[in-house]
């Protein structure tokens, strides 16, 4: 029963597989002690620049990668996503025990998912996310979630992590709101942007990530893990939508 639960877990589109990529040699990390991870603004148009990591569905979902690419706009360039029924995210991995601390970013939103509802298996799409992938030990997690979460890592191969926080421009969901994934609570979301008002808009954030991990993990740590990713990414793959979105440069800063 397990098993079956565990793979319930890997085919849920935005639940654990955008969390399957922290699997960079180490050995080709870009630093984070330079506080930038690797931008888009400096690198050439087109595809994203390593070590940032496209991640899809397995084939045998037969739903396409969101389309992701680096693109000018409004002055430097910037990473572009858009989908079509799809599903993709961009995985950052980080050296070895890199402390949470301040994340920064600007994106926009042309084009939403009027469909999407986080409260939904059905609507569990987003136009733009930025998830920070922390390793939060195993004896720390429930024990049903523990135990799925060992099956999922041994049924993906992947180090899939104990905790991941996503902040998401939603399309209904009021400013703030914070809940669990409809797939996993391994996954928690954070509403950053809602409604049509900044559509077509950059708009700037700076998270603590140590806080906001607190906020919405604490009740199961009162310690922040290491990261061991930062992922950018959208999804249609749900409710059959499209939708574009841009994210500038990102930034991690010690605390």
Not at 76 to 96: I, M
Not at 182 to 209: F, K, N
Not at 212 to 241: K, M, Q, Y
Request: glycine share 8%.
């Amino acid at each position: 029963m397990l098993l079956i639960a565990a793979c319930a877990l890997l085919t849920g589109a935005t639940a654990l597989f955008l969390l399957s990529s922290p699997s960079v040699s180490r050995a080709q990390e870009r630093p984070a002690t330079g506080e930038m991870l690797a931008p888009f603004s400096s690198a050439p148009l087109g595809a994203p620049p390593p070590p940032w990591r496209a991640v899809g569905l397995p084939a045998r979902h037969h739903v396409p990668l969101t389309s992701m690419d680096v693109v000018a706009l409004d002055g430097p360039a910037v990473l572009r996503l858009r989908t079509d029924r799809s599903y993709g995210t961009l995985s950052h991995a980080l050296p070895a025990a890199t402390r949470a601390g301040t994340l920064r970013w600007r994106w926009r939103l042309d084009q939403p998912l009027p469909d999407a509802n986080l409260l939904r298996k059905d609507g569990d799409d987003a136009p733009l996310k930025v998830c920070a992938l922390f390793d939060l030990p195993l004896d720390k997690i429930p024990f049903v979630e523990r135990s799925l979460l060992r099956l999922a890592r041994g049924v993906s191969g992947e180090y899939l992590p104990g905790a991941t926080l996503c902040y998401v421009w939603d399309h209904s969901l009021p400013l703030g709101t914070a809940l669990a994934n409809v797939y996993s609570r391994r996954l928690r979301w954070l509403v950053l942007d809602a409604g049509p008002a900044q559509l077509g808009q950059w708009v700037a954030h700076r998270r603590d990530l140590q806080a906001d991990f607190l906020r919405s993990f604490g009740a199961e740590s009162d310690t922040v893990p290491p990261l061991l990713a930062i992922v950018v990414g959208a999804d249609a793959d749900n409710t059959g939508g499209t939708s574009l979105g841009y994210v500038g440069d990102l930034s991690l800063m010690k605390q």
